[in-house]
């Protein structure tokens, strides 16, 4: 399978994963979104290091933990995809799964706007104006909120930077994920330490199915990671910002149809204005990647003369 094809199959199969995860840590209750989150650090490296002792890999942990500015920067993303997860669980059992879905539609737009802060791109007029349109609709919400929508915002940035550390930093998926948590083992173990002595932890207090789920929780975050890590390393980051909305669609599917949360027309109206901005962005980007493609397979005229040229001296000279 191409690389290409392969990492568009990995990164729809890891955005599915990401969205159908809100019907996982309802299940969970009544363990809360920082237990949990320490649990999936705990777990997740037990996981992904036998994946690595499997395939034969863990020379490249090494060689990683011998770069100092990689470690760094993986120790980063590694705060930054703890923080999203504790957001995003926190927004799943606390019956906000539609905000979940609002953070994860502004993360494509929030991308954009750092590449031109960050990375100095320039947008072209229909980025402008798809931004625009996202700002509009986080007005609104702000003014239906009565403050700044944070959980979708806090969901965004999070992700939005995680991205562009993944994208610029190629670690390797099992590699990066496996850096990322154990930089992190030790305080998720610390905390959950505290919490068995002090008689706060509710995993393996609850029941059977509960400390089954918990231990679980790590592999529900784990599988998707990875499937991700692989395909931000094998497509351009721009089919990766397409590729982002399948999670969104199914969180807000199942915030609205099996959630029940409430929609107030306000809010409709917010999520019309964003859908509008995504698809401004959509088109555009895929308007330019056909002037590309066409671009690639069609020659410069110069090169299409100078071929017509040598094909007609090669013509004259064949000719008896």
Avoid at 147 to 158: H, M, Y
Avoid at 232 to 241: E, H, K, M, N, Q
Avoid at 250 to 266: K, S
């Amino acid at each position: 399978m191409p690389v290409a094809r392969q990492g568009v199959l990995l990164g729809v199969t890891a955005y599915l994963l990401w969205g159908l995860s809100a019907l996982y840590w309802p299940l969970v209750r009544p363990t809360g979104a920082i237990e949990i989150l320490a649990l999936r650090v705990l777990w997740s490296p037990v996981a992904v290091g036998l994946l690595l002792v499997a395939t034969g890999r863990t020379g490249k942990v090494a060689a990683i933990l011998r770069r100092p500015r990689d470690l760094a920067v993986l120790a980063l993303a590694g705060v930054l995809t703890s923080a999203n997860w504790a957001l995003f669980i926190w927004a799943t059992t606390n019956g906000h799964v539609v905000d979940a879905a609002l953070g994860y539609f502004i993360t494509p737009l929030f991308s954009v706007a750092l590449g031109v802060v960050v990375l100095r791109e320039r947008l072209r007029p229909w980025q402008w104006a798809a931004i625009g349109l996202g700002a509009l609709s986080v007005a609104l919400l702000t003014v239906e909120y009565g403050g700044l929508p944070w959980i979708a915002l806090g969901l965004a940035a999070t992700f939005g930077v995680y991205g562009l550390i993944k994208k610029r930093l190629d670690a390797g998926a099992a590699e990066g994920l496996m850096v990322e948590t154990a930089v992190l083992f030790p305080f998720a173990l610390a905390y959950t330490i505290v919490l068995q002595t002090s008689g706060q932890a509710t995993f393996g207090h609850v029941s059977v199915a509960n400390t089954l789920l918990g231990v679980g929780s790590g592999f529900v975050m784990m599988v998707p990671m990875l499937l991700f890590n692989a395909a931000a390393t094998r497509i351009p980051l721009s089919l990766v910002g397409m590729l982002q909305f399948i999670e969104p669609v199914v969180q807000f599917l199942l915030g609205v149809l099996v959630f029940r949360e409430v929609m107030p027309a306000a809010r409709w109206a917010a999520f019309a204005l964003l859908w509008a901005a995504l698809a401004v962005l959509t088109g555009e980007s895929l308007r330019r990647r056909s002037r590309a493609v066409s671009a690639r397979r069609s020659p410069p005229r110069s090169a299409r003369s100078s071929r017509t040229a040598s094909s007609a001296v090669r013509d004259q000279g064949e000719t008896p």
